[in-house]
């Protein structure tokens, strides 16, 4: 098990370099590696100075970031209260290092859905697939659906606002394939996932609470998505596998999905952010092998956030999948969000240059070989499309309206 970050929530207006001395405790101070330690902030609408330059101001606050030894910055999400010229902004925001995050809200914490919010972030997608040449734009950009301030993964990363606070967020997905393998039953597989999350969890809220102290920031919890990385001991598709799916995708696989999160469930430690299933497609080598091998597909991923998933991400497709498509796919996942009143988000990535079952290979340590995965159908028409055609087009939660 590894720490993905340490990421600490705070006003990006603030003088960074006074977090420098917490950071540089934070990165060794850990019993497990820690990776990454990043800054959230609120959304940057909010907040975002309104210059001519763009581009220098992003520049300017990653390196103010960086100065004070930070790693990576999430600028909070466009949310529906903002004005969709905030999306505009973004491409020329996220070009101008690669360092900084972003999101579009899609759906609110109200179980609001906005279907032109939806469309114009499948256009934002779209462009932003065109900042690097391979594609890679959008591993910095996510649309979320309910998703409340204070997650520390990123793209989602954003601080509400008022005294800073750090989280923890884990690459954990090994110890779920370990406690699987180790068993002899499900009741076993189950009772030794709980055993290693809330044993890994009691060594990390210890130090953390100790720093917490030193530095008089708040320790908010963790995140126990058990986050993979593409190697075969660390793969939660492996895990998935592991308890008796012929292969992630088949059925059985919302089964074990379910499963593995009801464990997490049971765990006790101080939460924050998901605490879901994290299956990221190009992160995870089993998931990656068998989206190639066409068994598993984004459809399928999104039926496990009914259970805990966290929704779709770094899901290659094809680059010239058009916005009509892309809309119907986040409006698939903001539905699911309001619906079942849970956070969920869309990391959506068009190649430029591939075709559906074309060889998806980056050279980035966190990515495995995969392959495009195609979309299925051309997009929503009729009336969901008039609808996502107004300049605002927010539906209530389906509880309200339209159960």
Partial sequence: MEIRSVTLFCEASTNLMAYAPFLQTARTAFAYP????????????????????DVIQAQQLAARWQAAGGDYTCLGPVQLRH????????PAILSATNVLFASVEIANQDGHIDLARCRHAAHLIRQVSQIQGNGFGNLYLTAVANCPPGFPFFPVAYHQGGPPHFALAVEAADLALQAIQAAQSLEAARANLIQAIEAAAAHLTTTAEHLAAQWGIRFSGIDFSLAPFPTAAKSLGGAL???GVPHVGAAGSLF???????ALDRAHFPRCGFC???????EDSVLARRAAEGQLTPADLLSYSAV???????????????????????????????????????RLMPLPGLQAGDLVAFDFPYFANSRVMPLVGDGVTGLIQEAAQLPVNPIRRTSDCLA
């Avoid at 959230?40 to 975002?48: G, I, K, N, S």
């Avoid at 074990?256 to 009801?262: P, R």
């Avoid at 903001?334 to 079942?340: I, K, P, Q, Y």
């Fill in 34 to 53: 820690v990776q990454t330690l990043r800054l959230a902030a609120p959304p940057f609408p909010d907040w975002w100075a309104d210059t001519p330059n």
């Fill in 276 to 282: 879901g299933l994290m299956l990221p497609v190009l």
């Fill in 83 to 90: 004005e969709p010229g905030w999306l505009q902004r973004l």
């Fill in 256 to 262: 074990a999905a379910g499963f593995i999160t009801e």
């Fill in 308 to 346: 805990c998933g966290i929704g779709l991400d770094t899901i290659p497709l094809p680059g010239d999948v058009t916005a009509e498509q892309l809309t119907a796919v986040l409006l698939d996942v903001a539905m699911l969000a309001a619906r079942l009143n849970k956070p969920l988000t869309a």
């Fill in 241 to 243: 596998e592991a308890l």
